[in-house]
T-cell receptor, first 111, second 112 residues
Framework: GNSVTQMEGPVTLSEEAFLTINCTYTATGYPSLFWYVQYPGEGLQLLLK?????DKGSNKGFEATYRKETTSFHLEKGSVQVSDSAVYFCALRNQGGKLIFGQGTELSVKP | DAGVTQSPTHLIKTRGQQVTLRCSPKSGHDTVSWYQQALGQGPQFIFQYYEEEERQRGNFPDRFSGHQFPNYSSELNVNALLLGDSALYLCASSKDGKNIQYFGAGTRLSVL
């Protein structure tokens, strides 16, 4: 069946450090891939998406590339800020429209 | 333009009771999906409604049921509450169910 696996957290970085959060997936067909972010006490916000192999999603300095050969969609940012502290979820959407999420990775950025 | 709105924000129930959660989709959206997010976990898909019909269902027991109204708003009902039903319940709306899903802030349910 379809599944998503993320690197475990929490991840603690200093401000302006480079961020990578690993995400791999298992799926039949060609799912769309997403990163959502959840700030404390809030719902999920879409951060970026990619709908086909080799697509690069980007938003607010975050990037992720849909790698079909390695079934990965790793999230990267060149220079994190304290305001990026949140929980990040990788997800795939199956053909029926159902979102399947990873377990989430908590990021804490220290000044 | 209002986004996805959910009510109530918080709810406390006791075991065995029944609960109804409500969701109003983003303007122009016709599909509503419900997710359960346990503490420290990723959201788990409960079901999706489109044109007032349940279109997909996740691995949840029949105690979880839903409804979609002609104005596309939706309700999630949970009967015979268990302690393990304590979670954040998220509603997401989309156009046709196959486009980007936008999430509400959720309803925090505590079962005592």
């Amino acid at each position: 069946g379809n599944s998503v696996t993320q690197m475990e957290g929490p991840v603690t970085l200093s401000e302006e450090a480079f961020l990578t959060i690993n995400c791999t997936y298992t799926a039949t067909g060609y799912p769309s891939l997403f990163w959502y972010v959840q700030y404390p006490g809030e719902g999920l916000q879409l951060l970026l998406k990619a709908t086909k192999a080799d697509d690069k999603g980007s938003n607010k300095g975050f990037e992720a590339t849909y790698r079909k050969e390695t079934t990965s969609f790793h999230l990267e940012k060149g220079s994190v800020q304290v305001s990026d502290s949140a929980v990040y979820f990788c997800a795939l959407r199956n053909q029926g429209g159902k979102l399947i999420f990873g377990q989430g990775t908590e990021l804490s950025v220290k000044p | 333009d209002a986004g996805v709105t959910q009510s109530p924000t918080h709810l406390i129930k006791t075991r065995g009771q029944q609960v109804t959660l409500r969701c109003s989709p983003k303007s122009g959206h016709d599909t509503v999906s419900w997710y359960q997010q346990a503490l420290g976990q990723g959201p788990q898909f409960i079901f999706q409604y489109y044109e007032e019909e349940e279109r997909q269902r996740g691995n949840f027991p029949d105690r979880f049921s839903g409804h979609q109204f002609p104005n596309y708003s939706s309700e999630l009902n949970v009967n015979a509450l268990l302690l393990g039903d304590s979670a954040l319940y998220l509603c997401a709306s989309s156009k046709d169910g196959k486009n980007i899903q936008y999430f509400g802030a959720g309803t925090r349910l505590s079962v005592l």
